[in-house]
């Protein structure tokens, strides 16, 4: 089964400096990989996805993510961070949920950043 | 566009009474979807509505049930409220199945299960 993994609850960055959200995925065959943010009490926005090409993938808000095929990791970064960046972040991956090709998001248990300004 | 509409935005409950969580979206989109999301879980899929008259189970479906109204609009039961149930109800649609979609999600909503 495929599946996600955020090995960091909180991650904790001082605005102007780089941020990096980590997740690390399991899955067979081709990988399809997803960032959303929360911000509180809203529901989820997309940030980006990986489906094949370049290895580094931008999205919205200046965020871009790395995948990493040897590491499987596929990494949410940003060059300088905003106070306004804080928020949940949640890495997924699509899996194939039915033999008639339907398919779910399967989400990492989330990573909550905190911008101190 | 108002995107992926919810109501209510929250909602207490007695253990063991009914309620109705609507969901609707304006982009035309064929799939839907109802998540719940609890802390440290993440999201899980309940049930989801790959087109216009098909609905399936998805990891967590029992206590609930759902239906799919019409393109638009895809509700949420809950026959019998549990303490269990407490959680922030997400619904999400996409365009499809075929291809790579992101999905779009609401506002949530709020349950308290007494």
């Known amino acids: 089964a495929q599946s996600v993994a955020q090995p960091e609850d909180q991650v904790n960055v001082a605005e102007g400096n780089p941020l990096t959200v980590k997740c690390t995925y399991s899955?067979?065959?081709?990988?399809?990989l997803f960032w959303y943010v929360q911000y509180p009490n809203r529901g989820l926005q997309f940030l980006l996805k990986?489906?094949?090409?370049?290895?580094l993938v931008k999205g919205s808000y200046g965020f871009e993510a790395e995948f990493n095929k040897s590491q499987t990791s596929f990494h949410l970064k940003k060059p300088s961070a905003l106070v306004s960046d804080s928020a949940l972040y949640f890495c997924?991956?699509?899996?194939?949920?039915?033999?008639?090709?339907?398919?779910?998001?399967?989400f990492g248990s989330g990573t909550r950043l905190l911008v101190r300004p | 566009n108002a995107g992926v509409t919810q109501t209510p935005k929250f909602q207490v409950l007695k253990t063991g009474q009914s309620m109705t969580l609507q969901c609707a979206q304006d982009?035309?989109?064929?799939?839907m979807y109802w998540y719940r999301q609890d802390p440290g879980m993440g999201l899980r899929l309940i049930y989801y509505?790959?087109?216009?008259?098909?609905?399936d189970k998805g990891e967590v479906p029992n206590g609930y049930n759902v239906s799919r109204l019409n393109k638009r609009e895809f509700s949420l039961r809950l026959e019998s409220a549990a303490p269990s149930q407490t959680s922030v109800y997400f619904c999400?649609?996409?365009?499809?199945?075929?291809?790579?979609?992101?999905?779009?999600f609401g506002p949530g909503t709020r349950l308290t299960v007494t």
């Open positions: 999400a649609s996409s365009e499809g199945q075929m291809r790579v979609y992101e999905q779009y």
């Open positions: 899955v067979s065959g081709n990988p399809y």
């Open positions: 990986y489906i094949t090409g370049d290895n």
């Open positions: 997924a991956v699509r899996d194939l949920f039915r033999m008639d090709s339907s398919y779910k998001l399967i």
């Open positions: 982009m035309n989109h064929n799939s």
């Open positions: 509505s790959a087109s216009e008259g098909t609905t």
